[in-house]
């Protein structure tokens, strides 16, 4: 799997005149490697050129926890007193001084120290090669991003059907309550999880505080996190967001939330392979807006996902690229009325040959609990 993933990453390198990648901390490793640098102040790098093997700078007393089950890494340990940078300098070979490519999360003290050893390279970000090849998921990418999906589809059923108390608590304890569940629903990380109260609801990504729920308030939750998979396999990303009503909502909020969820049917149908990934944007806004809750409509109506929360590719205007075939990205319109409430939909969606699958199943009815 991860050497038919260098082949396909070289293969962009060079549609790109890219001479080398060099990756880090970051999604990009595992994806490409199956393996994880910590995210600490000693560099980790991989260093990726045109041929030879995939060479991995790493710090000495860490060389063993590499996983390499393909056998394609050459590793290059340092010691305490090595200097790194230089070591992934002399690890470039011919490719030190062309057109570098380094992973998007590379911490900035890691990029200046190569940018002063490696005078009159030009650099671009890793994104530019592999965000097009990430975007594009495999069978096995799609059957974990829905065992994800599924995880959370179980903790949204439970706050439908009132099994996690809502009334009375505040945001965070039922924060708390989701962090749980995602743990013990196949996830070995929690992302976010976003649980907003009355007002609150209307801000798209609130922190949860401490805002008791009280009778007669939607609640909106935003939650996922990576899945745990086999050692050396990265994990895939859960995102869905649902609504709860603590009561009987007013038919003016009942009513808006009908055209949520129309204009959020309406993304994922226009969901297909071929069509531009702002047109699926167009699809779903163009319906709130003949509502009259377009101006309320504050974001865009989705990102993909993989092994990231939120990657290629983006599901705005102004990003005329067609949908292919395996791309995964959430449709998840909503509406934001500041000082008043708001509400969102969002499921994971694959463009398939077949058309838009969801991955993520849970009712997407407005949900009333009751005190
Ligand atoms: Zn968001
Ligand atoms: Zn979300
Ligand atoms: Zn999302």
Known sequence: MFVERIDRARTAMREREVDALLLSVGPDLPWLAGFAALALERLTMLVLTEDGPARLVVPAFEADRVHDPEDLLELI????????????????????????????HTWSRFLVALQSELRGSSWTTAGTVLGPLRAIKDDDEIAALGRAGAGVDQIA????????????RTEVQIAADLRTMILASGHSKVNFTIVASGQ??????????????????????????????????????????????????????AEAYEQLRRSQEAGVQAARV???????????????HDAGLGEYFLHRLGHGIGVEAHED?????????????????SIEPGFYIRGRWGARIEDIVVATADGPRRLNNSSRDLAIVEA
Do not use: K
Not at 219 to 234: I, K, N, R, S, W
Not at 280 to 288: E, K, P, W
């Open 77 to 104: 340990p340092w010691q305490e007193t090595d200097d790194p940078a230089a070591l992934v300098a002399t690890a470039l070979g011919g490719a030190a001084g062309g057109r570098l490519a380094i992973g998007d």
């Open 157 to 168: 059923l439970a706050l439908q059907s009132g099994e996690i108390p809502l009334i009375g």
């Open 200 to 253: 609150n609801s209307a801000s798209p990504h609130h922190d949860p505080g401490d805002r008791v729920v009280r009778p007669n308030e939607p609640v909106l939750f935003d939650f996922g996190g990576t899945t745990a998979e086999p050692d050396g396999h990265p994990g895939y990303c859960s995102d869905t967001t649902r609504m709860v009503f603590t009561g009987t909502p007013p038919a003016e909020y």
């Open 274 to 288: 071929g069509t531009p990934a702002e047109s699926v944007d167009g699809a779903a806004r163009s319906v709130l």
């Open 313 to 329: 590719p983006y599901l705005v205007a102004g990003n005329s690229e067609p949908l292919v075939a395996g791309n995964a990205f």
